[in-house]
T-cell receptor, first 116, second 113 residues
């Protein structure tokens, strides 16, 4: 049983560049979430998918942030025109929603982004 | 909006001491879910427990126990006989709108030998 995986684990980029992160959830999970965690803070919710549908994206931090889950399996998070304030850990999580019962979210190891 | 407050920023204890991490939540919903997660130095969040608002039974899992009290809106976490491996940041969280986890700022626990 493999857990949630994220790639890359670390990304260093220059201000103004675009970056894309990938998340592979636990295979039987139909929900996938993205969070951001800055130093000394708890994770902050960004967006989530149920299967391939993005059901909430109003909490993405700006229009430079976008996410996709094209076939209901892996997901990508893209940040365009990166800024130094985007430096953070980006976490992906997945869970199952069966018969309306809310299951716990399992987190991946995260992608640490550094914007120079 | 749903939120949790973890007033303790850092706690330091000596191995074998008991330690309680506090979590106070705010919600207007009658049905809600609370969670505790552990984030060790390696960085990966580890799920510890989920509690729904209908179940006020306290839970014990080995050296870990949780005290859920609706009367005080608290969901506190106790580690009995702490060990060095318990050193981590512990987060309390509440589900918002049925999907998003709203985390507290976390309590950093340091257990020294």
């Amino acid at each position: 049983d493999t857990g949630v995986s994220q790639n890359p684990r670390h990304k260093i980029t220059k201000r103004g560049q675009n970056v894309t992160f990938r998340c592979d959830p636990i295979s039987e999970h139909n929900r996938l979430y993205w969070y951001r965690q800055t130093l000394g803070q708890g994770p902050e919710f960004l967006t989530y998918f149920q299967n391939e549908a993005q059901l909430e994206k109003s909490r993405l931090l700006s229009d430079r942030f976008s996410a996709e889950r094209p076939k209901g399996s892996f997901s990508t998070l893209e940040i365009q025109r990166t800024e130094q304030g985007d430096s953070a850990m980006y976490l992906c999580a997945s869970s199952s929603l069966l018969a309306g019962v809310l299951d716990e979210q399992f987190f991946g190891p995260g992608t640490r982004l550094t914007v120079l | 909006a749903q939120k949790v407050t973890q007033a303790q920023t850092e706690i330091s204890v000596v191995e074998k001491e008991d330690v309680t991490l506090d979590c106070v939540y705010e919600t207007r919903d009658t049905t809600y879910y609370l969670f505790w997660y552990k984030q060790p130095p390696s960085g990966e969040l580890v799920f510890l427990i989920r509690r729904n608002s209908f179940d006020e039974q306290n839970e014990i899992s080995g050296r870990y126990s949780w005290n859920f009290q609706k009367s005080t809106s608290s969901f506190n976490f106790t580690i009995t006989a702490s060990q060095v491996v318990d050193s981590a940041v512990y987060f309390c969280a509440i589900v918002d709108s049925g999907y998003a986890l709203n985390f507290g700022k976390g309590t950093s626990l340091l257990v020294t030998p």
